[in-house]
Each structure stands twice: as C-alpha cells, then as structure tokens.
C-alpha cells in the first residue's frame, strides 16, 4: 500500500489530490488522521452529524490525508467557523498547500451558503501544525 507521502508529487501546488464532504466510509481513516495528532475522535460523528456541519477531506488516490470541520452558525447572520484543521503529519513539508485548498473549498462553502467572511481563527487550527509522533 503506497503512503500519502509517496504521493504527493515533486511540486505540492499541483496535488493530484480531491477535496469533498466526508461519506460514512470516511469515519475510519478520519479517526486515526485525528488521533495521529493528539485529538480526541470521539467528538467525529457528531460533528459529522451537524446539521450545520461541514467535515471536508483531503485524498490522494482514495488516502485521506487532511480534513477541516466548518459550522455554519446562524445565531449573528450567516458566519462560517472553521472549527477544526488536521493534515497528516506525514505531509508536514506539504501542510500550508494542503490546507490552503481545503480551506479554499471551505470558504467557497460559506459562500455558497451566504456567509459573511469565514473565521478561521480557531485553536484547533494549532493542531495542523502538530509535529508527527515520536
């Protein structure tokens, strides 16, 4: 089985990777992506279950790589919340390209949803940046 980080081609801007909505047959591979850097998995599914949630992944070739988790509050208008932003550690080098396209497809969510500027101010966002495990 090849690795993520095999797959990522020599230049990063041009990954040949997709970025869609979490299926049921993601929970898997989004649990270890969470627990890989030190967060709890638990809180997944319920945050996949939101009704104003949006759990987006990153995949190379069927590997998901990456996630973010987007809520879509409408208690002040219509605002985008980037709640939660993970790339595996194994693609440290890759990190900042990877979470600028899934954070493109968020924000273009929230757009699509009439939501003024999403806020990406968040302390998960720390956690994409977590060093791999020693």
Do not use: W
Not at 55 to 76: P, Q, R, S
Request: aromatic fraction near 2%; charge should be neutral; charged fraction near 25%.
């Amino acid at each position: 089985m090849r690795t993520a980080a095999a797959m990522v081609l020599e230049d990063a801007r041009h990954l040949a990777g997709a970025v869609r909505h979490a299926e049921s047959r993601d929970v898997g591979a989004l649990a270890r992506l969470l627990e890989n850097v030190g967060v709890d998995a638990s809180a997944l599914e319920a945050a996949r279950r939101h009704p104003f949630g949006h759990v987006l992944i990153f995949e190379l070739e069927g590997v998901v790589c990456a996630m973010v988790y987007v809520l879509i509050d409408h208690t002040n208008g219509v605002r985008g919340h980037l709640q939660l932003a993970v790339v595996d550690p194994k693609l440290a080098e890759h990190r900042e390209v990877i979470e600028q396209r899934l954070i493109g497809v968020a924000t273009a969510l929230c757009e699509a949803y009439g939501c003024s500027p999403m806020d990406a101010r968040s302390r998960a966002l720390n956690v994409a940046a977590a060093k791999p495990p020693k």
